[in-house]
Every structure is written in structure tokens, then in C-alpha cells.
């Protein structure tokens, strides 16, 4: 397989993980630190595990939420570009050759071969080479909402089911180490994951999603301390 094609998969790839990465960390340290909370407010292991999963499903639905919304508006975007770029060839078709021959002179072509490339995406599919070449939308960038809402909200439950497992099946008095130590593991394991799909050194990014990790749920815990007792 010629190297380019390899790459440009690659490319895709990592943009993919990088963004399931961060949706599990989410996951992790909000359901962990939300479980941690109420761990250090009372001793039942049942009043936690409910926290938990009613941390996962909130959080869950939130990122989808949050996520459908603000892919829907990129998309509403996208698609007022085009209907523009449609109305544009239908009334100045010159106009948007020339449009495009200044793109490609721009990207180095020269003008006649500029020309001639133009003129023939245009009869090719002038919609499809303006949307590609002057509005940034590509196939892989188009935006899907529900994809991206389904895929975050997947990410974030995968990740916050950990150290609700954890909650689970640790002991009661042990319940609160068993919560911290799972998260961190699996925080400090993505952390490793997501800098080598990026090609970067692991140990600053595992140390500091790890500490971040550990000072979300230890200023939680205290929370839950401090407030537990009180009410
Ligand atoms: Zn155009």
C-alpha cells in the first residue's frame, strides 16, 4: 500500500480515538469523583452504586446532548453553505470557475492547467469541487449528529462503568480505594493510549490525567465530607 494512503487513514483514525479517549475520561472522573462524593458522606454501598449509575446516565445523556446540539448547528451551517454555493452555480457559473482557478493558482497550480483542472470539476461535479475545495466540507467532515451524539454519550458510559464496577463488587470498607485506584489505573492506561496514537511521550500525559483524576474526586470526597455530616 503506497505510504500517502496509509497516512491519510492513520490521520483519520487518530482524530477518532483522541475524541473516545476524552469522552471516557469524562466519563471516569465525574462518575468516580460524583461516587467518591457520596462514598465519604455515608457508608451504603447501595446509596453509592445509585449515585453512580445515575452519574453514568446523566453524564451519558448530557454529552449526547450537549453533542447532537452543537454538531446540529455545524451541520445547519454546512447545509446554508451549500444551498448558497448551489444558488451561486445555477445564476454565475463563471463567476464560480473563476472562483475555483483562484484556488488552485493559490495552491500553486499554474493558471492555464488552473483553468483546465477547474473547468473540468466543474463539469465533473461543481457542487461536490466547491463544497471540497472552498467550503472545507469533505466526506469525512460532514457533520452527523447523531453519530457524534451516540458515539460521545458511548465513550462516556464506557468509561464511567469502571469505577462504578468497581463500587460494585469492592468491599464496603474498601469501597472508596477500590473507586479511586480503578479510575486512576484506567485513566493513567488511556492517558498511555491516546499520547501514542499521537505519537507523543506517555509518561507528562498519563501523570497528568492521573493527577487531575485524583484531585477531582479528592476535593469531591471532601465535599461529600464536609456536607454529608452536615445535612
Ligand atoms: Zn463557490
Redesign the pocket.
Known sequence: MPRRHAEHHLIGRIGWLRAAVLGANDGIISTASLMMGVAAATTSSGQIVTAGLAGLVAGAMSMAAGEYVSVSSQSDTENADLAR?RQ?LKTDRDG?TA?LKRIYIDRGLEPGLAQQVAEQLMAKDAIGA?ARD?LGISEISTARPIQAALTSAATFAAGAILPLLAAVFAPQRFVMWAIFGTALIVLAVLGAVGATTGGAGIVKPTLRVAFWGALAMAITAGAGALFGHAV
Request: net charge negative.
Open positions: 454555493e451561486e464560480e472562483e466547491h472552498e
